[in-house]
């Protein structure tokens, strides 16, 4: 009897012992399961938002301040912030090129209507400075040849520079030569980077002449002066003429002339928008985004 219990305490000891050991067992896996989250953490601290990141979290953050509430000073810091904000976004982010050259040019057209209340002159961001004019045909030919439909695009600014000369000379309200000039020198530059010029230089003057003050945009349904609807077509094909495949971009110390290229066309399509909004175009997104990527679709 002595032997069976001295047997049995030998093997209840083994069961303990055992027991012990898958309990700690047990704990040591519960506990790295624990400090898994401290580990993606610190790789989610250690990650580094690419440029068209960086540059959608600032617009949108920028846009949500200039809709607040807040002071009209903080609101228009904010809407200069959001307009640079959002053209970074139209470069940095190619899939969201169109809409960060709209929201671009929303957001500059916001910010008139509150420099206007202070007494401050427009601010422009120096888009007239950074236009498609100031490209170098030598530097940046390859470059935007690459991105844009260059034959399209002038062809586009060609139309809207002939319809500002037929408008000057009608003497419609807000059409002038200088910007029929700028349209047109805006042609011969892209012409110049491409391969291709589709440029007629005279066109159809009917619907001009038909409708020289106001007209309904057949893409929007919205009614607007001539002057405004010319300039908001003449943008929506600058950027249905842009096929840039690049993937969205990352920090560089530098920028390259393909970057330097995107901008300028960037800058020449939302500088559009923006007299298109000043000479009286709506803004209303429902209408100007269901437009802006009914171009898009059209142009694929």
Same mark, same amino acid.
């Given at each position: 009897m002595q032997t069976l219990r001295?047997?049995?305490?030998?093997?209840?000891?083994?069961?303990?012992?055992?027991?012990?050991?898958?309990?700690?067992?047990?704990? #040591?896996?519960?506990? &790295?399961?624990?400090?898994?989250?401290?580990?993606? &953490?610190?790789?989610?601290?250690?990650? +580094?938002? !690419?440029?068209? +990141?960086?540059?959608?979290?600032?617009?949108?953050?920028?846009?949500e301040t200039m809709r607040s509430p807040l002071p009209l000073p903080m609101r228009y810091d904010a809407a200069?912030?959001?307009?640079? !904000?959002?053209?970074?976004?139209?470069?940095?982010?190619?899939?969201?090129?169109?809409? &960060?050259?709209?929201?671009?040019?929303?957001?500059?057209?916001?910010? $008139?209507?509150?420099? #206007?209340?202070?007494?401050? #002159?427009? $601010?422009?961001?120096?888009?007239?400075?950074?236009?498609? #004019?100031?490209?170098?045909?030598?530097?940046?030919?390859?470059?935007?040849?690459?991105?844009?439909d260059t034959a399209a695009a002038a062809d586009a600014e060609d139309v809207a520079g002939f319809a500002f000369e037929v408008l000057a000379a009608r003497q419609v309200a807000g059409?002038?030569?200088?910007?029929?000039?700028?349209?047109?020198?805006?042609?011969?530059?892209?012409?110049?980077?491409?391969?291709?010029?589709?440029?007629? &230089?005279?066109?159809?003057?009917?619907?001009?002449?038909?409708?020289?003050?106001?007209?309904?945009d057949t893409v929007t349904g919205l009614s607007a002066p001539m002057t405004a609807v010319v300039l908001m077509d003449c943008a929506r094909s600058l950027i249905a003429a842009a096929h840039d495949a690049r993937a969205d971009q990352t920090s560089q110390a530098e920028p390259t002339p393909t970057d330097e290229a995107w901008r300028a066309y960037a800058v020449q399509a939302a500088n559009h928008v923006l007299q298109a909004f000043r000479l009286g175009y709506p803004m209303i997104d429902e209408a100007l985004f269901d437009a802006e990527a009914t171009t898009n679709r059209n142009a694929g």
């Open positions: 001295a047997e049995n305490h030998r093997v209840f000891t083994h069961i303990r012992r055992w027991a012990s050991a898958a309990a700690v067992l047990a704990l #040591t896996l519960t506990a &790295g399961a624990c400090t898994m989250p401290r580990i993606q &953490g610190r790789a989610e601290s250690e990650y +580094e938002p !690419s440029a068209c +990141e960086q540059a959608l979290y600032t617009a949108m953050d920028a846009d200069r912030r959001t307009r640079d !904000s959002w053209l970074d976004a139209a470069v940095s982010c190619p899939a969201r090129f169109g809409e &960060g050259v709209m929201r671009a040019a929303q957001s500059a057209a916001q910010a $008139d209507t509150m420099a #206007t209340y202070f007494g401050l #002159t427009q $601010d422009d961001a120096g888009w007239d400075e950074t236009d498609i #004019t100031s490209l170098d045909i030598d530097r940046h030919r390859s470059a935007l040849d690459d991105l844009v059409a002038t030569l200088q910007q029929g000039d700028r349209c047109k020198a805006a042609a011969q530059m892209l012409a110049s980077l491409g391969q291709d010029d589709a440029r007629q &230089g005279v066109y159809d003057p009917t619907p001009l002449l038909d409708h020289p003050d106001r007209m309904t």
